[in-house]
């Protein structure tokens, strides 16, 4: 049975930094391609960033870009997101997910396991 559990969620201020964490267990990480996504109160779950399975090629969201890095460690199991200068419309449930092979990584039903997810909130 896969397990992905979410961690390093808070309340911060504007401009202020976090580092999630999505320890997995019951697959090898380093096989599957994984992401992050979001889901704010109302709106559909949205993409965020992605990885493939070596990590070496990562994908973002422009809302995103050049704030937050993706990021896995595949020794211990373990992706990673480092969200800087978090702005207040990125205050979400944060949620990791395991793509399924050749699926589009931007696309939530494209991954088959998610974590429970993990609250982000950035005051102003």
């Known amino acids: 049975q896969v397990q992905l559990v979410e961690s390093g969620g808070g309340l911060v201020q504007a401009g202020g930094s976090l580092r999630l964490s999505c320890a997995t267990s019951?697959?090898?990480?380093?096989?599957?391609?994984m992401g992050w996504f979001r889901q704010a109160p109302g709106k559909e779950r949205e993409f965020v960033a992605a990885t493939r399975g070596s990590g070496t090629i990562t994908y973002y969201a422009d809302s995103v870009k050049g704030r937050f890095t993706i990021s896995r460690d595949n020794a211990k199991n373990t992706l990673y997101l480092q969200m800087n200068s978090l702005k207040p419309e990125d205050s979400a449930v944060y949620y990791c997910?395991?793509?399924?092979?050749?699926?589009?990584?931007?696309?939530?039903?494209?991954?088959?396991?998610w974590g429970q997810g993990t609250q982000v909130t950035v005051s102003s």
């Open positions: 997910g395991t793509r399924k092979p050749y699926n589009n990584y931007a696309i939530s039903s494209a991954y088959d396991y």
């Open positions: 019951g697959r090898t990480s380093s096989t599957y391609a």
